[in-house]
Nanobody, 121 residues
Framework: QVQLMESGGGSVQAGGSLRLSCVASGDTYIMGWFRRTPGKKREGIAV???????DYADSVKGRFTISKGNTKQTLYLQMIDLKPEDTAMYYC??????????????????WGQGTQVTVSS
């Protein structure tokens, strides 16, 4: 069983920055960040694969950076140049399927409770 706890969300103005953190307990494999706005499907935005490669949604490329902390149980999402359309609940998630690579939320097995990010114009 894996438990995930996100933190670091908040309210910022457009152009601002935030760093989200996710602390996991239990065995983790591949970890990623997702977000959801009311009325929309959950969107995969960043993943850190086992081999260290990363993948990002086009909407955040060049602005968001996913990384691991000093312990493999900590995951970060550095967000810069935030835009109002980045407003969402942000979740970290764990995937144990090593044969799949990508950001399909249905492929992820464990989820945190989320942290809210609000960007005002």
């Amino acid at each position: 069983q894996v438990q995930l706890m996100e933190s670091g969300g908040g309210s910022v103005q457009a152009g601002g920055s935030l760093r989200l953190s996710c602390v996991a307990s239990g065995d983790t494999y591949i970890m990623g960040w997702f977000r959801r706005t009311p009325g929309k499907k959950r969107e995969g935005i960043a993943v850190l694969e086992l081999d260290g490669t990363t993948d990002y949604a086009d909407s955040v490329k060049g602005r968001f950076t996913i990384s691991k902390g000093n312990t493999k149980q900590t995951l970060y999402l550095q967000m810069i140049d935030l835009k109002p359309e980045d407003t969402a609940m942000y979740y970290c998630a764990v995937r144990r399927n090593c044969y799949y690579r990508g950001l399909d939320p249905d492929k992820y097995h464990y989820w945190g409770q989320g942290t809210q990010v609000t960007v005002s114009s």
